[in-house]
C-alpha cells in the first residue's frame, strides 16, 4: 500500500475516481455496522449511506436516523436489489453472509463483507466459484473481506520491510492477540475463528504464503476465563515453506486490546504494535500498575486502518471492482480456522485443507 504521509488523516493516494456518489446499504447495524455507518458518513468521501438492514427494528431506526436521507429496508434482500443502492456492506452475523454476499454477486454490485466471509470453508469455497464464474463472464471482482489489519499503516510497513529484504528471509513470526473482555457466550472455539482468523490472514499477508498445518495448546487458564472455556491459548502455524508463526491469543486480560507482531528473519527482526505507555500491563486494582497507552478496543487501535480499507473500497467501488483482500483471501483464512478449530479438539496437529481453483 502507497500512501503520500502516514499521519492521521491522509489516505492512500489512489488513481482519480468517477464523480458520482456511491449509495452504500449497510447490511446489520450492531457494534460493526454502526461503526461502519458513521464512518461512511462522516469519514470517508464519494460515498453516501442511503439504507440499513437490521433484525432489531429499534436498532436500524436509531441508525438510520443519524444519516440524513437514509432509509430502513427491513430485509436485507430487498435492500440489495434495491435499484437506489450501488454497493453493499455485510456486517450482519456470520451465518448470513453466504447468502447476501452471494445475492451481492447475483445482483452485480460490489461488497464488503466483514470477516468471516461464511461460516465454513466448503461454503467459502462455493463463494470463491461463485464470484469465479462472474469474472469470468464480466472481468471484474466484486467481493472485498473484512480484513482491515492489512490496511493499517504499521502492518503495510513491515510488509514493505520483509519485501524489500532488508530483514532477510523471514523465518518466525510472534503474535498476541489480547482483549480486556469478551462475552459470556464467547468459547475457546471462537477464539480460533473470531479472533486468531486475523492472525491466520496477517501471516500470510506478511509471508505470502498459505498456511500448511495448526496445532493449538491448552495452558492453564485464567481464572477470568469464561467458565469452562480455555483462555489463554497457543496456537502455531505452519506455512507451506516451513516458516512457523505462534500465536498467543488471550481475551479476558482485563487490560485492553493489545496486538503485537514480531516478525524475526535472518538479517533483523521487527515488530509492531508496541504501546507508549509503561512496558508492564496489569488490570487496574489495589497497589497494581494501571496500564496506559492501551487501546481499550478493536475500534481505537484500528480506526486508522478502517478508515484507509473504507476509502479504498468505496473509490474501488465507484470503479465497479474491489482494492483489497478478495474472496479466496476469506476462504483461505476459514480453512486455517477449520484446522484451527480440529486442532483445538483433538489436542493435535491438523493439516489445512485447502482446495485450489
Given at each position: 500500500m502507497t500512501t503520500t504521509e502516514t499521519r492521521a488523516g491522509v489516505l492512500p493516494a489512489?488513481?482519480?475516481?468517477?464523480?458520482?456518489?456511491?449509495?452504500?446499504a449497510v447490511l446489520g447495524v450492531g457494534i460493526m455496522g454502526a461503526d461502519h455507518v458513521a464512518r461512511l458518513h462522516s469519514r470517508?468521501?464519494?460515498?453516501?449511506?442511503?439504507?440499513?438492514?437490521?433484525?432489531?427494528?429499534?436498532?436500524?431506526?436509531?441508525?438510520?436516523?443519524?444519516?440524513?436521507?437514509?432509509?430502513?429496508?427491513?430485509?436485507?434482500?430487498?435492500?440489495?436489489?434495491?435499484?437506489?443502492?450501488?454497493?453493499?456492506?455485510?456486517?450482519?452475523?456470520?451465518?448470513?453472509?453466504?447468502?447476501?454476499?452471494?445475492?451481492?454477486?447475483?445482483?452485480?454490485?460490489?461488497?464488503?463483507?466483514?470477516?468471516?466471509l461464511t461460516m465454513d470453508a466448503?461454503?467459502?469455497?462455493?463463494?470463491?466459484?461463485?464470484?469465479?464464474?462472474?469474472?469470468?463472464?464480466?472481468?471484474?471482482?466484486?467481493?472485498?473481506?473484512?480484513?482491515?489489519?492489512?490496511?493499517?499503516?504499521?502492518?503495510?510497513?513491515?510488509r514493505a520491510l520483509i519485501a524489500a529484504g532488508e530483514?532477510?528471509?523471514p523465518l518466525l513470526v510472534h503474535c498476541a492477540h489480547r482483549n480486556a473482555t469478551v462475552?459470556?457466550?464467547?468459547?475457546?472455539?471462537?477464539?480460533?475463528?473470531?479472533s486468531v482468523v486475523h492472525e491466520a490472514d496477517v501471516a500470510r499477508f506478511l509471508l505470502d504464503e498459505d498456511i500448511a498445518a495448526v496445532t493449538v495448546?491448552?495452558?492453564?487458564?485464567?481464572?477470568?476465563?469464561v467458565p469452562g472455556q480455555s483462555d489463554p491459548l497457543l496456537v502455531l502455524l505452519e506455512t507451506t515453506s516451513g516458516r512457523l508463526i505462534d500465536v498467543e491469543c488471550f481475551v479476558s486480560t482485563g487490560v485492553g486490546y493489545e496486538v503485537r507482531t514480531e516478525v524475526v528473519g535472518e538479517d533483523g527482526s521487527a515488530m509492531i504494535g508496541l504501546?507508549?505507555?509503561?512496558?508492564?500491563?496489569?488490570?487496574?486494582?489495589?497497589?497494581?500498575?494501571?496500564?496506559?497507552?492501551?487501546?481499550?478496543?478493536?475500534?481505537?487501535?484500528f480506526g486508522r486502518a478502517y478508515d484507509i480499507?473504507?476509502?479504498?473500497?468505496?473509490?474501488?467501488?465507484?470503479?465497479?471492482?474491489?482494492?483489497?483482500?478478495?474472496?479466496?483471501?476469506?476462504?483461505?483464512?476459514?480453512?486455517?480456522?477449520?484446522?484451527?478449530?480440529?486442532?483445538?479438539?483433538s489436542g493435535r496437529r491438523t493439516e489445512t485443507r485447502l482446495v485450489q481453483r
Amino acid at each position: 500500500m502507497t500512501t503520500t504521509e502516514t499521519r492521521a488523516g491522509v489516505l492512500p493516494a489512489m488513481a482519480e475516481v468517477p464523480a458520482a456518489e456511491l449509495r452504500v446499504a449497510v447490511l446489520g447495524v450492531g457494534i460493526m455496522g454502526a461503526d461502519h455507518v458513521a464512518r461512511l458518513h462522516s469519514r470517508v468521501s464519494g460515498a453516501r449511506v442511503v439504507a440499513v438492514s437490521d433484525a432489531a427494528a429499534d436498532r436500524a431506526e436509531q441508525i438510520a436516523a443519524t444519516v440524513p436521507g437514509c432509509r430502513v429496508i427491513p430485509d436485507p434482500l430487498t435492500a440489495i436489489a434495491d435499484p437506489g443502492v450501488d454497493a453493499v456492506v455485510v456486517a450482519s452475523p456470520g451465518r448470513f453472509h453466504q447468502e447476501q454476499v452471494l445475492a451481492c454477486i447475483a445482483a452485480g454490485k460490489p461488497v464488503l463483507c466483514e470477516k468471516p466471509l461464511t461460516m465454513d470453508a466448503d461454503s467459502s469455497l462455493a463463494v470463491v466459484r461463485a464470484e469465479d464464474a462472474f469474472a469470468a463472464r464480466t472481468g471484474r471482482r466484486l467481493v472485498q473481506v473484512g480484513f482491515m489489519r492489512r490496511f493499517d499503516p504499521e502492518y503495510a510497513q513491515l510488509r514493505a520491510l520483509i519485501a524489500a529484504g532488508e530483514l532477510g528471509e523471514p523465518l518466525l513470526v510472534h503474535c498476541a492477540h489480547r482483549n480486556a473482555t469478551v462475552p459470556p457466550h464467547f468459547t475457546s472455539e471462537m477464539m480460533i475463528s473470531d479472533s486468531v482468523v486475523h492472525e491466520a490472514d496477517v501471516a500470510r499477508f506478511l509471508l505470502d504464503e498459505d498456511i500448511a498445518a495448526v496445532t493449538v495448546l491448552r495452558p492453564r487458564a485464567s481464572r477470568h476465563a469464561v467458565p469452562g472455556q480455555s483462555d489463554p491459548l497457543l496456537v502455531l502455524l505452519e506455512t507451506t515453506s516451513g516458516r512457523l508463526i505462534d500465536v498467543e491469543c488471550f481475551v479476558s486480560t482485563g487490560v485492553g486490546y493489545e496486538v503485537r507482531t514480531e516478525v524475526v528473519g535472518e538479517d533483523g527482526s521487527a515488530m509492531i504494535g508496541l504501546d507508549l505507555g509503561l512496558v508492564r500491563h496489569a488490570a487496574g486494582g489495589s497497589g497494581a500498575a494501571r496500564a496506559t497507552g492501551i487501546a481499550p478496543d478493536f475500534r481505537q487501535r484500528f480506526g486508522r486502518a478502517y478508515d484507509i480499507e473504507l476509502q479504498r473500497w468505496s473509490d474501488a467501488a465507484r470503479r465497479g471492482g474491489i482494492d483489497g483482500p478478495g474472496v479466496w483471501d476469506g476462504y483461505a483464512a476459514s480453512a486455517v480456522c477449520a484446522a484451527g478449530v480440529t486442532a483445538l479438539r483433538s489436542g493435535r496437529r491438523t493439516e489445512t485443507r485447502l482446495v485450489q481453483r
